[in-house]
């Protein structure tokens, strides 16, 4: 009972968050729209909190929205928001709309006058929009999603139901109160008067604030300057000042009981593989939590991507391991043969990763994300939030800064100290970028959309013929190729392969059963010379054996080429070019 209240109190005091307070404009202007009427305000909360409801019951069951990334919803909502409000504020703006068939035309003018006029769906859809964002503004929210709803399942759905119930009665209470304000100001509600768009452009600024992920910053900005109105529900909770979540904020870090409002929780490794560099012991972060910074590096041994922010990895781990850093590779394979357990221990051992590496060859943990990049780094703090997110190369020095600032919140919290000095690691040179101006070129059938002859997409033998004239960024085949789902193979000798690309590198991503010779050359034979990649020889041949990827071309300068490569005998697997 005392939990199904608390549910019901976090619901209220929800309405007063940092991350839903800049929000209350659009429930109220939804409430004034309607012109005195609360049918309105009635659609909106009550279509919010079913939204709340379905999209934590969906997030939790369904495995069909956990690979859905966190920024769709926040795009989504924000949308909505935006095109609402410029509804409002241009209320014949459809009728005006060139180019639009008559259908869409139709459409478009229903739903705008549909809003205009106290439209039911309209409503519906604005409550709507927003129950992911209001959905993740309480710690006994989390409660709920994390811990009761898995293992209590009807339980937890009572208690959401009682979360839900608090935050509409509140906000209903805030329209309403809105309304009679308004009401005894005397305003004009004319749905074309400068008051109603008023309310548009309120609605515009807000779903722009949500679109664009700036609402954190504005979140961040009432937190800091002393708002939290999740003080009194973390007190019920029981954290007090001994808790395991204590935060010093003297230096200016945020207290960890506010931060659900700025930080997501870092999910928990999902059912590894495998375990790298951990002396066969299995790793999780909980154990980890309290303890350590942990980075999280999502990669592929296959993606050069990948491999060209390795050295960083291996220069911070080095440089702050002893200082509470703690670097956690996350295997997640593109391909079949990166599964293997031998396959990606051999490429730790070459790449010379001293940290632990986990498997996840299933995409559990990448899913559990929402990630959808290699590679991904993610920084977790020592209260177990993500404090830092960082999508491919680059940003090395704004990374560490990162992890420095983390460092330095785990030394005050612990009561260490952070060493004025330590080892550089400007000895690390980011590779120069910038001029690559061809696309990852994938051969086999699952994504093979760059071919440019033959038949894409689809699977089998066919006889490929070279043409005379090559288009740019365009894979071309020549020989007899039986197409696989992610790779395509050569049934004959002297099969061939061309691509005209822009760029200074050429990575080929190939396997084979037994070793197989490839002959490389550019631009109509020529000898590479000096620009031969790393796994060409001086005589100009490549020897395909392990699962990897290949350094064909590591030339001095960017520019157009045309690269060739003959197949010496039938067998090879290639998988991919990739560009640097």
């Known amino acids: 009972m005392f939990f199904f209240l608390l549910s ?53 069951a369904s495995t069909a929205l956990i690979g859905v990334p966190e920024e769709l919803w926040r795009y989504l909502s ?65 409660i709920i999603l994390a811990t009761v709803l898995p293992a209590q399942p009807f339980l937890g759905f009572l208690y959401l139901i009682a979360y839900a119930t608090g935050l509409s009665l509140a906000l209903l209470l805030v329209a309403i109160l809105g309304e009679k304000l308004v009401s005894r100001l005397g305003v004009t509600l004319d749905p074309e008067g400068k008051f109603f768009r008023g309310i548009g452009v309120v609605l515009v600024v807000v779903g722009v604030l949500v679109f664009t992920g700036t609402m954190r910053d504005v979140e961040t900005w009432l937190i800091e300057r002393g708002y939290n109105s999740t003080f009194i529900e973390l ?30 929780r870092v999910p928990e490794l999902v059912s590894p593989d495998g375990y790298i560099n951990t002396e066969g012991k299995s790793i999780t972060l909980a154990e980890l939590r309290g303890k350590k910074v ?28 002893d200082q509470g850093l703690e670097i956690i590779g996350v295997h997640t394979p ?94 690390v040179v980011a590779p120069r970028v910038g001029k690559i101006n061809s696309p990852e070129t994938y051969f086999g059938a699952w994504r093979n959309s760059n071919l440019g002859n033959g038949t894409q997409g689809t699977r089998g033998k066919q006889v490929f013929v070279l043409p005379q004239k090559l288009s740019p960024n365009k894979l071309y085949l020549g020989g007899e190729w039986d197409t696989m789902q992610e790779y395509i193979q050569n049934t004959v000798a002297k099969a061939q392969i061309r691509f005209l690309y822009d760029a200074k590198s050429v990575y080929f991503v190939a396997a084979s059963d037994t070793p197989v010779r490839i002959k490389v050359t550019r631009d109509g034979g020529t000898p590479l010379g000096a620009d031969r990649g790393a796994d060409v020889g001086a005589d100009g041949y490549a020897t395909i054996r392990e699962d990897r990827l290949y350094k064909l071309v ?27």
Not at 33 to 45: D, E, Q
Not at 112 to 141: H, N
Not at 554 to 580: M, N, Q, R, S
Request: with cysteine.
């Open 78 to 142: 924000g949308g909505i928001v935006v095109v609402l409000g410029i509804v409002m504020v241009f209320p014949k703006l459809w009728v005006f709309v060139p180019g639009v068939n008559a259908l869409n035309r139709s459409s478009n003018r229903l739903l705008a006058e549909g809003y205009q006029r106290k439209g039911f769906w309209g409503d519906v859809i604005m409550g709507s929009a927003l129950g992911p964002v209001f959905a993740s503004c309480s710690p006994t929210y989390f």
């Open 8 to 60: 019901f109190a976090a619901g209220v005091l929800s309405v007063f968050a940092a991350c839903v307070l800049p929000l209350l404009p659009v429930i109220v202007g939804g409430s004034l729209a309607a012109g005195g009427s609360r049918r309105r305000t009635y659609v909106i909360v009550g279509s919010l909190a079913v939204s709340v409801v379905a999209f934590t019951l969906l997030l939790k």
């Open 554 to 580: 590591e030339g001095a300068d960017y520019g157009v080429h045309t690269i060739e490569v003959e197949v010496e005998k039938a067998g090879l697997e290639a998988y991919t070019f990739t560009f640097g």
């Open 294 to 321: 942990v980075l999280l590096d999502i990669w592929t041994y296959s993606c050069i991507n990948c491999q060209r922010t390795l050295p960083y990895l291996n220069a911070w781990y080095a440089k702050y391991k």
């Open 235 to 264: 007190k019920l909770l029981g954290a007090d000042e001994d808790s395991s979540v204590k935060s010093n904020s003297s230096a200016g870090f945020i207290p960890a009981e506010q931060k659900p409002a700025k930080y997501t």
């Open 334 to 427: 593109e391909f079949a043969f990166e599964k293997v357990y031998a396959n990606v221990e051999g490429a730790v051992k070459k790449f010379g990763l001293e940290y632990p590496v986990v498997q996840d060859n299933d995409y559990r943990t990448w899913n559990a994300l929402g990630n959808q990049y290699w590679p991904r780094k993610y920084l977790v703090d020592i209260d177990g939030y993500i404090v830092y997110d960082h999508i491919g190369e680059g940003s090395y020095a704004e990374t560490e800064l990162a992890i420095q600032k983390a460092l330095t919140e785990r030394a005050e919290r612990l009561g260490t100290d952070m060493p004025d000095e330590n080892i550089a690691a400007e000895s």
